[in-house]
């Protein structure tokens, strides 16, 4: 039992091994979103380490009418040379009749090209907390960022 125990783990310890992935330092560019939070965003990411970044957007939503700040936290995984897939959770601010609160989540795939440009897809929905919002609002977008 020991053995296969030992196997397992050293079968399970060379896949994440060679399924690392490097993320970019830093990455800048444009978010844009659909759902119930039409509008688009300044995103800006800073890898904390080889597999977890902080996010950070700033735009206008709700059909270009309101500010909106976002703060995620994300952890990314590998799934192909250069696909990688990601989740995490944050939160934000929103000024939609007063100042809101939101919680948040976020779910996406993203390809790093050759070049210094990094595309993505992602699902966030977001939760009302406090200023008036009330539910659960999707926000589904793509996403065009420089890394550097």
Known sequence: MK???????????????????EISDNAIGLRFGGGNGVGGEISYQKALGSNN???IDLGLANEFTNFKATGLYQWVWNLEEKFNWY????????????????????????????????????YRPEIGIAGGL???????????RYQF
């Open 87 to 122: 989740a995490g959770f944050g939160g934000g601010i929103v000024s939609a009749n007063g100042t809101g609160i939101y919680g948040s989540g976020v779910v996406g795939i993203e390809y790093n090209f050759n070049a210094p440009i990094l595309l993505s897809i992602d």
């Open 134 to 144: 009330t539910g659960v609002n999707s926000d589904a977008s793509l996403s065009v």
């Open 53 to 55: 970044r902080l996010e």
């Open 3 to 21: 053995k296969v125990f030992l196997i397992f783990s050293l079968i399970i310890t060379a896949t994440f091994t060679a399924n690392a992935q």
